[in-house]
């Protein structure tokens, strides 16, 4: 069956930087674009960031554009998320997901806090 599995959040402080991993298996993970999303403290999901399948095409949410990058390592069929100059405002759990196929793990929570 399908399964993703976030690991590397944790709590830094504020202008820190953290590196998100999520495991894929159970399905053809180079075939598929893949997503980072995160939902903050009483607030709903946000999407944060997209990566096509062959890694060509990128996408990210206005309020990450400069400090998040996402990649990706097919022959480990593993998707990543570099988080710098982390804010508060980036406190939340975040998800990978592949939305459209209603793939999505379990969350890593990211707390940014002096």
């Known amino acids: 069956q399908v399964q993703l599995v976030e690991s590397g959040g944790g709590l830094v402080q504020p202008g820190g930087s953290l590196r998100l991993s999520c495991a894929a298996s159970?399905?053809?993970?180079?075939?598929?674009?893949m997503s980072w999303v995160r939902q903050a403290p009483g607030k709903g999901l946000e999407w944060v960031s997209k990566l096509s399948g062959d890694s060509t095409t990128t996408y990210y949410t206005d309020s990450v554009k400069g400090r998040f990058t996402i990649s990706r390592d097919n022959a480990k069929n593993t998707l990543y998320l570099q988080m710098n100059v982390l804010k508060s405002e980036d406190t939340a759990v975040y998800y990978c997901?592949?939305?459209?196929?209603?793939?999505w793990g379990q969350g890593t929570q990211v707390t940014v806090s002096s």
């Open positions: 997901a592949n939305p459209t196929s209603g793939y």
């Open positions: 159970g399905f053809t993970f180079n075939r598929n674009a």
